[in-house]
């Protein structure tokens, strides 16, 4: 689960709407995924992934409508065995998708590891990651639209790297993105290969233009083969002489080149890996059922917890790490504890005084609040009453002795006759002036006026990548050198 946090220090707090970027969690060759949060009101906090379109297809008009696709088709699915959407969303830079996000791994790397070690992912575990990716399937194929006709929705991309596996013990399958449906907005051009050629089905690799659901139950079939005998089935040295193995090759039995898997077992595999898709499953339902029967005989199918075990034995160690690495960004990120009255006033100004970054828009970017922005923003401290009560009373006083002054000097004048306007009394005036009123207290600044006193938020400072650091001891993607299901 490698992933790669947001550099705040540097990078400033990086939004897209209303969701803050936490971390890079995979790049591939159509979007980015982030891990990002959603705050509300009273402390409520959400993790959630974000899948966006990468900016340098923003303007290809196909890749954009085949991310539509994929937030239109998979948001109506509504199965445990299936990534939800939660929201899809525009930038000025493109698309982005609001997933469900799987605390876990993909099946592929989980059999990468074990290949890397020279060993296999224990039977009763795959089989139980192959009918929950079964089950997510079936649904999958019988979504109906808006009208409640058959959408005839094909995945086309069923493959271990498409399937996450959760510390929970429950597989789901994801990445509609290439998938065949009677109502997608994109089509496919004739003669376009859309998928992994190394888990087609013959008549999805020949480019025919009438598959159906039985093109994902021989995917499905090649992941099975290959989870049980633990090494690829028809990956080649390249794409050409895999297509030529996909169409052409004979397909090995599985118990002979697997000794350690019942026959049992290795028949239903074989059925589904039948070139003559009529001789297939007709469903993944199917499929799924002669797969459980056979396993529950051969008392090789595992319960979720025991797949949530397995897990946990192999990543343990990489979720902790990144989950303490995620807390200790967010308590980086979250505004200084020393003025807790202004939280509303702080995330306000987040939001309202945030730059538009040129060249990135769909960012919006904010320093934190300084201890000086904290200070600016609370109320001033009022004068202490005892001093003000003395003030006003010397004023007081003062006051009075000037007016009997001025009133004698206006008998005496009186008396001795007309005096020159400099011999006038000036003192009194000037004196009783500071003093007949008292310092005017400072008025408090309210929280609401805390986005005005806010620095602008800072740009960009270049040099630095966007990756704080790296979590999960891995880079970005697939880091095993010896994977081979890269």
């Known amino acids: 689960m490698p992933a790669r946090l947001i550099d705040v220090e540097h990078e400033g707090r990086q939004l897209v709407d209303r969701y803050e970027l936490v971390a890079e969690i995979a790049s591939g060759g159509m979007a980015t995924v982030f891990l990002a949060r959603l705050s509300g009101v009273g402390g409520f906090q959400r993790m959630v992934a974000i899948k966006r379109l990468h900016p340098h297809l923003a303007g290809d008009q196909e890749f954009v409508d085949m991310f539509l696709d994929e937030a239109r088709l998979a948001a109506g699915i509504h199965h445990p065995n299936v990534v939800s959407i939660l929201e899809v969303g525009a930038s000025p830079r493109g698309y982005y998708l609001v997933m469900e996000y799987i605390e876990g791994d993909t099946l592929a790397r989980l059999l990468a590891r074990a290949a890397t070690a020279s060993q296999r992912v224990p039977e009763p575990i795959v ?19 808006e009208a409640g006709q058959p959408t005839s929705l094909v995945h086309r991309d069923v493959s271990p790297q498409n399937l996450l596996v959760g510390v929970d013990g429950v597989c789901r399958i994801t990445d509609f993105g290439v998938a065949r449906a009677a109502t997608r907005l994109a089509g496919t051009r004739v003669g376009q290969l859309k998928g992994k050629i190394a888990y087609m089905a013959p008549e999805q690799a020949l480019g025919q233009t009438d598959i159906d659901r039985r093109a994902d139950v021989f995917a499905a079939g090649i992941v099975l083969w290959e989870v049980l005998a633990g090494r690829r089935l028809f990956k080649s040295e390249n794409e050409a002489a895999t ?6 090759d004979p397909i090995p039995v599985l118990h002979e080149a697997a000794p350690h898997v019942e026959p049992a077992l290795s028949e239903v595999v074989m059925k589904a890996l039948d070139r003559d898709r009529d001789k297939r499953y007709a469903t993944a339902a199917e499929f799924a059922d002669a797969l459980e029967r056979a396993a529950t005989a051969a008392g090789k199918l595992a319960p979720p917890k025991e797949l949530a075990q397995y897990v946990k034995s192999v990543l343990g160690e990489e979720i902790e790490q990144q989950r303490d690495a995620v807390r200790a960004w967010l308590a980086r990120s979250e505004p200084s504890q020393a ?20 060249g990135n828009n769909d960012l919006t970017v904010a320093e934190p609040v300084s201890k000086s922005q904290i200070s600016m923003m609370q109320p001033a401290p009022a004068p202490a009453p005892k001093r003000t009560g003395l003030f006003v009373a010397l004023a007081a006083v003062v006051l009075l002795g000037g ?22 009394v000036p003192a009194a005036p000037s004196t009783a002036a500071p003093a007949a009123s008292s310092p005017p207290a400072p008025t408090p600044v309210l929280p609401s006026a805390a986005p005005s006193a806010s620095a602008p938020a800072a740009t960009k400072k270049p040099g630095k990548p966007v990756g704080g650091g790296k979590v999960g001891g891995g880079k970005v993607g697939d880091d095993l050198p010896s994977n081979p299901y890269r």
């Open 127 to 145: 089989i139980r990651v192959v009918l929950d990716m079964l089950a997510g399937l079936h649904a999958a194929h019988e979504l109906k639209d």
């Open 339 to 358: 003025a807790p009255f202004i939280r509303s006033a702080v995330a306000s100004s987040v939001s309202s005084a945030a730059m538009v970054m040129p």
């Open 403 to 424: 007016v009997v002054l001025f009133l004698l000097g206006r008998s005496t004048g009186s008396a001795a006759g007309p005096t020159p306007p400099a011999a006038a």
């Open 243 to 248: 297509l030529s193995r996909v169409l052409n």
